[in-house]
């Protein structure tokens, strides 16, 4: 188990896709491609890491278009993940958010992701709404949750 003070966050480049795309991968059932991850580097978006010494454990993408911000995606390796690392990089995504001049932070995340939804709820975020049959999955659609968090 890694020690949680040893972490440190840092921006991200599109050099880091690799490994972003390997636990992006492991973590998730629908997982973006290298593609899509990659064209989320440019003015509009923040990508974070979470690092240890042995390397990238986790990842965020942000994207802000004036004062909103919305949560692309986030994302912990499956064998680093309850350890608090996700909280630790929502929470300074809330505080670039912030220092960024945005009001609010949006996301949505599908219903039966029940580890995300606490995540989100104990950052402070709340249910604004629903998106019907919005995700696929291995039998039919699942709803996208809509979630938010006003920063100011």
Known sequence: MSNIDSHFIVPL????VTVMAKI??????HPWSETGLKECFGPLYRVLGI??????????????I???????????APDKQGSGFGSLLMQQLID???????????????????????????AGFIESGR??????TDDGYEDAILMDLALS
Request: some cysteine.
């Open 13 to 16: 480049g599109v050099e880091h």
């Open 24 to 29: 992006e991968n492991q973590a998730h059932t």
């Open 51 to 64: 690092k240890l010494q042995d390397g990238l454990l986790g990842f965020a993408i942000v994207q802000q």
């Open 66 to 76: 004036i004062d909103e911000a919305t949560l692309l995606d986030i994302c912990v």
């Open 96 to 122: 670039d958010a912030k220092d960024a001049g945005a009001v609010v932070l949006m996301l949505e995340v599908r219903q039966s992701n029940e580890a995300a939804k606490y995540l989100y709820e104990k």
């Open 131 to 136: 998106r019907k049959n919005y995700y696929p």
